[in-house]
């Protein structure tokens, strides 16, 4: 017999971008500014009823970054979790790829949001993607989105593909 389960949907992104003058891909990651102790995470959070994966996952890389015209790439994998804190005893994060030309490097935001979240201050950073040092296994679908960033976006000659 099938069992359906409730569960709350998260979309957490890897924001990717490969700059002119800059062969090495980068990932965009965050760090709480008053939480040291979160350590280095990548956007997300809850995706709201009427939103697809690739909407919520734009829409909370804004929020929480406030990086410049992240585009949706595609989703790439489901991590389901259980457990007495989450709303329904489950939830379950679909990760993504968005690029974006954003220049800064780095950067303070402060979130802006209608829930929990509006009013934290974040450190906003694009590290290498082999350097990038995201912990809590949210890198764990890093590696398949730098392959497909690349495959969509190839460098020839020097020159970043559009």
């Known amino acids: 017999m099938r069992e359906f389960l409730d569960f709350r949907q998260r979309a957490a992104s890897y924001v990717l971008r490969r700059l002119p003058g800059r ?13 040291p102790e979160a350590g280095v995470q990548i956007p997300g959070g ?3 009823a009427h939103e697809t994966i690739g ?28 457990g007495p804190m989450y709303e329904h005893g489950h939830q379950v994060t679909s990760y993504c790829w968005l690029r974006t030309a954003e220049e800064r ?3 303070d935001h402060t979130v802006v949001s209608h829930d929990e979240d509006d009013g934290l201050r974040m450190r906003c ?6 350097d990038a040092g995201i912990g809590f296994g949210m890198d764990r679908f890093l590696p398949l989105a730098a392959a497909r960033f ?5 460098v020839a000659n020097g020159q970043v593909g559009v």
């Open 105 to 107: 490097d780095a950067w």
């Open 23 to 35: 062969p090495e891909l980068e990932v965009l990651v965050i760090l709480h500014r008053d939480s």
């Open 46 to 48: 809850g995706a709201l």
């Open 150 to 154: 690349a495959a969509a976006f190839p």
């Open 125 to 130: 950073e694009f590290r290498p993607v082999g």
């Open 55 to 82: 909407e919520a996952a734009v829409r909370e890389a804004r929020e929480e970054t406030g990086v410049a015209e992240p585009g949706f790439g595609e989703v790439l994998g489901n991590k389901l979790m259980r």
